[in-house]
C-alpha cells in the first residue's frame, strides 16, 4: 500500500492554535489509523467488551478570515501583512486591527467613519477642502497618503468603503520600514476579502433606516474543486445624511476573487475591485472667527450642482511559492486607476464659497518578499527580504465654474438654488509622477524561549517630477532623484508565557513635495519653495532640500490572556519630527514657504483591550492621552504651541453581550476632546476651537434561524451635534451624523 499524505485546509495549515475542529480530526485520523492494530491484537487475545462514549457533534462555524482568532469575532491573530513574522500578541509594536465583525456591530461602513472613531486618530479637511474622500491624521501626523491595501500603497485620494474588507489595520508611530517614505504617524492598511478552497459559503444582506436608507450586500465563496475557488463580494448603498438633506451618500462596488492552488507548493491568487461613490457634499457648519466657536444652527447650503465623485478599479495579482517549510516566497502586482472629483459649497458667515477640483490617478507596483527561517548559532532567525517597485502617477486640476460666490442678503428661502453655476473641466495644474524602487531586509531572532531582538532596513530610491501651475509664472517642472534611508530595532522580554514587555526604535522620511494632491501648497505637504524668487532659483532650493525626517521611541507590553481570547496592551511614546517644511510668514493664507525650518515633538501613552472578558461579553477598547508641542519654527510665535488638528484625549468602547443563545446586546462610544484649527502639522489656532464630543451607539443582533439573522443599529443616540474637522479659516466644519436607525437582515445559505 502506497503512503498517503492527509492534508489540511490551507487556513489549517498556517494555524498555530488548536480549536475543537482540529481536535475533532486529530482524533477522527488516530482512530483511524489505530484500527488495523485493534484488529491485530483481538485475532491473539480474548476480545474484551467495550463501552464506547457517546459522540459529542460541535458546530463550529469556520472564520473565512485567515488572520482570525478562533472564537473571538473582535480579535485578530495575526496581521494581514505577513512581514509581520509574530502573532500580534508578540509584535512590539502598537497595532490596532478591527475585524469584520467589528465593523458590522459599530454599524460603520465607510473607512473614513471607521476611522475616526479610533482612539489617536481624527480626520483633516485640505487645502481648499480636498473632498475627494478620506484625509486621516494618526498621532497629530498628516497620513492621507499612508493608505494601504494589502500591503500596498493606495495613492488615490478616495472614498473607500469596506464592502470587500475582511479587517483594518492601524499601525501607529513612524513605520516607513514597512510601509516605504511617509507614514511619519502611522499607517492604515486594509486587508481585503479573498477567494479560499476550504468552505463554500454565501451571505445576502439587505437593511432599510432612517433618512431613505438602504444598504444591499453579497459575500459568496464556491469552492470549484480542491485546488480552485471564487468568491464575490457586491454592494449597493444609498442614503440621506442625517438631518443634513438634500446631501446624501451613494455606493456600489464590486469584488471578484479567483483562487488557484496548481501543486501544495504553489498558490496564485487573481483579484478585481471596483467601487465607485456619487455624493451630493455637505461641508456642514462654520466657525465665527470672532468669537471662535462653532455656529451649529446654519442651513444645509448644498446647492443643486454640486457633486463628489469618485471611481476605483484595481487588479491584483499574487502568486505564493512554498519552497520548503523555511523558505517562501511572495509576490504581490497592482495595477490601478482613480478618478475623482468635486464641487462644493461653503459658507464664512457672509457669503456663499466654492471649493472645488478633480484628480486622475493610475499607478503599478510590484513587491516580492523571501520569508526565510533559519537556525543560526542555536537561534531562531526569521529572515524578510523585500524588493518593491512602484510607479505612481497623479494629476489634479480644477473646474471652471460661474459664478463662484454669492453675498447673502438674509432673504433667502431655497438655498440650493442660489447660484446656478456652470461646471466645465478645466486643465491640469499639477501632473504628480514618482518612480520608487525599494529594497528592505529584517530580521526577528528570538535568543531563547524569553528573549527576542528585531530590525530591519529600508532603502527607497525615487524618481521624482512634478510640473505645477503657477499663477504668475506659469508651469514650473521641478524634478528630484534621490534616496531615503530608514529603519526599525528592539527587543522583546516574554517574562510569562503569556505577557511580554518591549522597546521600540523606528524611524520614517519624506521628501519635499510628498504629497500629490496640493501642487506647491507648502502647509499641505505640497512643494514648499519661498515665493517672489525666480523660477531658476526654486527649483534649485527645492533640489537642495532635506527629507522631513520622524524618530520613533517606544516602551509597552502586551498580554494575551483567557487561552488567547483578550489581548490587553499599553504603550508610552514620543515621537519627534524634524525638518518640518512650513509657512514663514505666520500668514494661513500665504503659500510663502521655509524649507526644514520646523521642529515638534507628540507624546503619550495608549492603552488597549480586545476579545473575550468572558464567554458572553466581548470588547474592543482603546484610549490615548498626548501631548504635543512645536521645538522649533521660523515663526517664533508659534514656538512652545501644540499642533494643528490634534485633541489630546481620544477613546473608543465597543460591548458585545450574548444575553441568550439568539439575543446579543451591544453599543459602542466614541469620545474625543477639544482640539483647533490650522494647517496639518504647524502650530494651533487656538482662536477656533472644535469642541469635545461624545457619541453612542447601540446595536442587537436576534438569530432567527440558523441561517437567518436580524441586526439594529442606532447611531449617535443622543443624537448629539458634533464636529469632526475644521477647515483651517473655519470657513467649514464637518458635522457628524445625528441619530439614525437601521434594521438589516442576513441570510446565509
Known amino acids: 500500500m502506497k503512503n498517503q499524505r492527509i492534508m489540511l485546509p490551507r487556513s489549517f495549515r498556517t494555524s498555530t492554535a488548536p480549536t475543537v475542529g482540529m481536535t475533532s480530526i ?18 491473539t487475545t480474548k476480545p474484551k467488551e467495550a463501552e464506547m462514549e457517546a459522540v459529542r457533534v460541535v458546530d463550529t462555524v469556520i472564520d473565512p478570515n485567515p488572520n482570525a482568532e478562533p472564537d473571538v469575532p473582535y480579535k485578530a491573530r495575526t496581521s494581514g501583512d505577513k512581514r509581520h513574522v509574530k502573532p500580534l500578541a508578540e509584535t512590539p509594536q502598537t497595532i490596532t486591527v478591527l475585524t469584520a465583525k467589528q465593523l ?17 486618530i481624527t480626520l483633516g479637511t485640505g487645502e481648499n477642502g480636498n473632498a475627494f474622500g478620506d484625509r486621516y491624521i494618526i498621532r497629530g501626523q498628516e497620513a492621507r497618503s499612508d493608505v494601504f491595501v494589502d500591503g500596498l500603497r493606495d495613492p488615490g485620494m478616495t472614498v473607500r468603503e469596506s464592502f470587500a474588507t475582511e479587517q483594518v489595520e492601524i499601525t501607529k508611530g513612524p513605520s516607513s520600514t514597512f510601509a516605504g517614505r511617509g507614514a511619519t504617524g502611522g499607517a492604515v492598511n486594509s486587508v481585503t476579502k ?34 480552485m475557488a471564487i468568491r464575490v463580494n457586491v454592494l449597493d448603498a444609498y442614503q440621506k445624511v442625517p438631518e443634513r438633506s438634500p446631501a446624501d451618500r451613494d455606493r456600489s462596488g464590486a469584488a471578484l476573487s479567483f483562487v488557484w492552488h496548481p501543486t501544495d507548493e504553489l498558490d496564485l491568487t487573481a483579484d478585481y475591485y471596483h467601487a465607485e461613490a456619487n455624493d451630493a457634499p455637505d461641508l456642514g457648519a462654520y466657525i465665527n472667527r470672532g468669537t471662535g466657536k462653532v455656529v451649529s444652527k446654519v442651513p444645509v447650503y448644498l446647492q443643486d450642482e454640486d457633486f463628489l465623485r469618485s471611481q476605483i478599479d484595481t487588479y491584483t495579482l499574487r502568486a505564493v511559492y512554498y519552497a520548503s517549510n523555511d523558505v517562501r516566497i511572495e509576490n504581490l502586482t497592482r495595477y490601478g486607476t482613480t478618478e475623482n472629483g468635486y464641487l462644493a459649497t461653503g459658507f464664512n458667515g457672509t457669503r456663499l464659497s466654492t471649493h472645488q477640483g478633480w484628480q486622475d490617478v493610475e499607478y503599478f507596483a510590484n513587491s516580492l518578499n523571501l520569508f526565510l527561517n533559519q537556525q543560526i548559532a542555536g537561534m531562531k532567525h526569521q529572515f524578510v527580504f ?9 494629476t489634479n486640476g480644477v473646474y471652471s465654474v460661474t459664478p463662484t460666490s454669492y453675498t447673502v442678503t438674509g432673504n433667502e428661502t431655497n438655498w440650493q438654488h442660489l447660484l446656478n453655476r456652470s461646471v466645465v473641466k478645466g486643465a491640469q495644474d499639477s501632473d504628480w509622477n514618482v518612480k520608487t524602487v525599494s529594497l528592505s531586509a529584517m530580521d526577528t531572532v528570538d535568543l531563547n524561549d524569553k528573549w527576542t531582538v528585531f530590525g530591519g532596513l529600508r532603502h527607497d530610491r525615487f524618481d521624482y517630477s512634478n510640473t505645477v501651475l503657477d499663477r504668475t509664472a506659469g508651469p514650473i517642472a521641478y524634478e528630484l532623484e534621490d534616496g531615503l534611508w530608514n529603519g526599525h530595532m528592539g527587543v ?3 517574562f510569562l508565557p503569556h505577557a511580554n514587555v518591549y522597546f521600540n526604535y523606528s524611524t520614517a522620511s519624506d521628501f519635499n513635495g510628498g504629497e500629490s494632491d496640493v501642487g506647491a501648497s507648502c502647509g499641505y505637504g505640497g512643494i514648499c519653495v519661498p515665493t ?49 517644511m512650513e509657512n514663514t510668514t505666520g500668514d494661513a493664507y500665504s503659500s510663502t514657504g521655509s524649507i526644514n525650518t520646523g521642529k515638534y515633538r507628540i507624546q503619550g501613552i495608549e492603552l488597549g483591550l480586545t476579545g473575550k472578558l468572558t464567554d458572553k461579553l466581548t470588547t474592543q477598547f482603546g484610549v490615548a492621552v498626548m501631548k504635543s508641542k512645536v521645538l522649533e519654527s521660523a515663526i517664533a510665535d508659534d514656538e512652545g504651541k501644540g499642533l494643528s488638528n490634534f485633541p489630546e484625549k481620544t477613546a473608543s468602547l465597543l460591548l458585545s453581550y450574548e444575553a441568550t443563545p439568539k439575543l446579543t446586546l451591544g453599543g459602542g462610544v466614541t469620545y474625543s476632546s477639544e482640539k483647533y484649527s490650522g494647517q496639518p502639522e504647524s502650530a494651533a489656532a487656538t482662536a477656533l476651537e472644535v469642541p469635545e464630543y461624545t457619541v453612542l451607539d447601540l446595536f442587537a443582533n436576534y438569530r432567527v434561524s440558523k441561517q437567518l439573522n436580524a441586526r439594529l443599529n442606532v447611531g449617535n443616540v443622543t443624537d448629539e451635534k458634533y464636529y469632526t474637522a475644521v477647515y483651517r479659516s473655519g470657513s467649514f466644519a464637518y458635522m457628524g451624523d445625528r441619530r439614525n436607525i437601521r434594521l438589516a437582515l442576513d441570510y446565509s445559505f
Open 386 to 394: 523585500g524588493l518593491e517597485y512602484s510607479d505612481h502617477s497623479v
Open 492 to 494: 522583546s522580554y516574554k
Open 532 to 580: 517672489g524668487t525666480t523660477v531658476e532659483e526654486r527649483r534649485r532650493m527645492f533640489a537642495n532640500s532635506e527629507p522631513e525626517r520622524s524618530q520613533n521611541f517606544e516602551l509597552g507590553t502586551k498580554w494575551d490572556l483567557m487561552n488567547s481570547k483578550l489581548l490587553a496592551t499599553a504603550a508610552l511614546f514620543r515621537t519627534v519630527k524634524s525638518d518640518v
Open 104 to 120: 458590522e456591530d459599530s454599524g460603520r461602513t465607510d473607512l473614513r467613519d471607521i476611522l475616526q472613531a479610533q482612539p489617536g
Open 194 to 227: 479573498q477567494a479560499t478552497t476550504d468552505l463554500d459559503f454565501a451571505r445576502l444582506s439587505g437593511g432599510v433606516g432612517s433618512d431613505e436608507y438602504y444598504r444591499l450586500t453579497f459575500d459568496g465563496n464556491r469552492v470549484l474543486s480542491d485546488t
Open 26 to 43: 486529530a482524533l477522527g485520523i488516530s482512530t483511524v489509523m489505530l484500527m488495523p492494530l485493534a484488529s491485530a491484537a483481538d485475532a
